[in-house]
């Protein structure tokens, strides 16, 4: 009670104190004493009426540009637009009019003064719930008006000062009820006029109540004779309701209340009908509207829209595959008819050079050659066509497809040969006139490929031109040789790895994973990493590609014979993770065209790239697959040696000079493997440099290798150098590689300790590094001298003596207590997460020589690929919205818009509930994909491009899901502001909360992240809801975003209740703290906590790494 009669003090002391106290009601004063006996003439009264009312509205200048006016600013945010719909009165004078008639004139005798006022409402101030003795009514002296209702007169003697603040005048004459549009307190003898929206009649008595309607007041019982008098009290809404206009009723005056018409609405405290929209129903006396339809009607628009965005985008990308279907299809089989074609016409043209010397022959009068001889030539020639390549159109007699040839295929067959027969010729008088002119040709043929159709058929043109290269040649060593000297096929710039004593240790605790490690890997050949278990093999390949972090590293690592860093290279260089790490809702094409457009050059051709990805596709046996979806854990997709030929095409796509694989055979059967090899041999034609992990290959597969690197447990090289010299250094050692079996087993076998060497030999698999130290002259660390040495190998020339382990202390381990090793533990983890920020934030000059496209093109890349992800996510999608839903309709049915409050329960749990489900479907956005991010940013793809672009097509979300909730929340609850205010403050909160789940998706794992989704909205909006004193709780309420949401909601829906509201108003928004100025405020820090949230999301894709 003493909180509500606060609310009351401190609108009515801000609004009305200077009201009824400034000389125009003193005027009005002197015209009442002047003028006593004209108040009953008609004529005369109105210029009375309007000279009281118009002392009444000359006192607005007074309080607003007085301190009381400054005071009031929390509350009201147009001074002039608020009183004059509180207390404009010009529409209808009636009540005060029938006050003067009633008062014989002498109103301004009967109006509280300052003083008065101040007493009044001090007593709110103080707590207590009645009034303390004044002048008029006390112990001795209490007469009639001091009761609810009444008021008395001044002595007509007394000169009443209105504004005086500290005398209270002797009102107790000529006491009466109160008059219409006017209330008295219980305790003093003045009257102060109600507010617009409030309804101050004359009370009735209630017999059998004795209480005094439509008041809460009653008789005193020691006057018999006393009536009830008029309205008592104007406060907030929750301490008393009287003088509020009834809903389903409207008061155009404080004297009137009409009930609501058909077709219209009232709600409380109404000084107007309110039309009721279309498709609504309204009977009479209706306080709201139902408008249920237009929810139904939004969220059908809504999905409508969302049916036909999905639908509609889906198929025009089913139907542009579909037509590149076609084009490519039709390119494909021209190209093979082209080149089948082009072989007829080899074999006409030699079997006519050879009719043509036999008739030379024959006019030489020499015996001429049998035509059934000629005929059978032909025959053989044509057999010995690959028929594979020959499409059942083609299937004809050689004299048919010679006559049906069209004759622009044959000048360009017949051009195409004459230049073959003029390189074959060493022609150079020719070649020296041609080169230019068919530079020129090939140069005004690229301007003219435009279109897919032209593009597909120079693709797959130049494919089917290198496969038959292949085919003739077989990949013998003389066919390698010929392609490798061929000067159509594009050179790549070289990259060569030399190292030399390379060693990596473990940070913390010292432990080798490598140790002295040399050789080099060179370009246009395929390196192989073989050994056990524990060898150290993908850690080694790691080390040459700058991916090794938390480890040591000593010895030197070359580039091209110079200590640049490998990092200056990553544009050129593709690494080949373990795992399949690929898009599993993409189809294979669209995983290979994303690489290929991020990675090479920006100013190749269209068409150019068209054949890098088609030649890919074609290489791995990836075409009856191009068009299937990947698939995940949950849905199935392709196989699982499809994927990883798909995880090997996503760097072979980008044109590498060095390709790095890690166990790239692991999962594929001998078929899959000789394939995926066929396809690595095809690149280092190109001259790229190849290297690979390798478990246990195949003997055919191992024979495609050309260099092993062979590693024992411990990162210790065994051999290094020619596969085709592996047995032979081998045997030399003594070890001899039985009969049938594998080599490469065998050996890994022999490093494992599993297979003994020969007795003979005397070697064993611990001395095996060491030989070859020996073999190669390399020096020998002091520990593994002495090891050697107790195994019986004495001679060490000084040569062979290396000082790069002579603080090894004998390969022993300090032994540390429980609570040292979890301080080296976590030392270690602290030098692991800090190698990796370093990584991510290095920056070297680049080498590469290739300019890939800059943020914004990769920036419109990734638009269209997460576009295509949500387009077949749309049922998720789906569901999310149906939640949404399902939450608005709940909460707008079961809590309906508090008007005591201005909704502010309703708004709470709206923010819980909307906070809590677009944090958890904004998780998916980067908890889903973050291997796939990883990949792509160890290959130099724009961070910047990926994060922008992800928000960015979440923004569709973020407009979508506030509509969503609104289409049954407000259509539900029906609050007095706008849609429009409702949405920007609910559009704002979802990009506030998406932002952090960004930060939860990317520095948590999804568990925790979900979980903290769901505790963050409820702790945050508890603490922000905190209407105790505390400072602290205050300052922490200022860092949570529902504090901002909930105001910004509440001051939109305050500022719509005027008039008899404001006391609710300025109460309600004291409590809570807000201040109607500041609702722009708090949408700014909205949409600042969503910006900064983002910002320190994307810091943590930079920083965050998986270990």
Known sequence: MTSRKHYTAVFVTVLLLQLLHSPEFVHCQVIGDDSTGQINDTAFLPFITRTVYSSLSNLTSTILNGDVGNRSLFCVQNRQAEWDRAFNFSTNLDFLTACIVKTNGDVTQRVCNSAELKFYFGGFFSGSNYLKPNINCNLTSRVSGCEPGWACAASPTDNVDLQDSKHIPARTLDCQPCCEGFFCPNGLTCMIPCPLGSHCPIATLDRASGICRPYDYQLPPAMPNHTCGGANIWADVRTSSELFCSPGSYCPTSTQQIPCGEGNYCEKGSTAEKSCFKLTSCGRESSTQNIHAYGAMLIAGIFTILLIIYNCSDQIITTRERRHAKSREAAVRRAKEKLKAHERWKIARDAAKKHAAQISRTFSRQKAVPQTEELSMLHQRRDDVDDDQITPQMSHTFEENRLELRSETFKDLYSYDLSVENKDNKDTKNNKKNVPKEKEKEKKKEKQITTDSQIFNYAYGQIEKEKAMQQNHNLTFSGVISMAVNTEIRKRPKIEISFRELTLTLKGKGKHLLRCVTGKIMPGRITAVMGPSGAGKTTFLSALAGKAHGCRITGSILVNGKPDSIHSYKKIIGFVPQDDIVHGNLSVEENLWFSAKCRLPAHMLKKDRVLVVERVIESLGLQGVRNSIVGTVEKRGISGGQRKRVNVGLEMVMEPSLLILD???????????????????????????????????????????????????????VYHGSVRKLEEYFSGLGINVPERVNPPDYFIDVLEGMVKPNSSSGVTYEQLPVRWMLHKGYPIPPDMRRNASAAGLTMFPEGHISDIDSNDRDGRTEEHSFAGEIWQDVRSNVEVRRDIILHNFLRTKDLSNRRTPGIFLQYRYFLGRIAKQRLRESKLQLVDYLILLLAGACLGTIIKSNEETFGAPGYTYSIIAVSLLCKVAALRTFSLDKLQYWRERASGISSLAHFLAKDTIDHFSTVIKPAVYLSMFYFFSYPRSSFAENYSVLLCLVYCVTGIAYVLAIFLDPGPSQLFSVLLPVVLTLISTQTGDSKFLKDVAKLCYPKWALEAFVIANANKYSGVWLITRCGALLKMGYNVHDWGLCIFILIIIGVVTRIFAFFGMLIVHKR
């Open 663 to 717: 166990e790239p055979t692991s999962g594929l059967d001998s078929s899959s493997s000789q394939l995926l090899l066929r396809a690595l041999r095809r690149e280092t034609l190109e001259g790229v440099n190849v290297s690979m992990v390798v478990h246990q290959p195949s003997y055919s597969l191992f024979q495609m290798f050309d260099d092993l690197v062979l590693l024992a447990k411990g990162g210790l090289t």
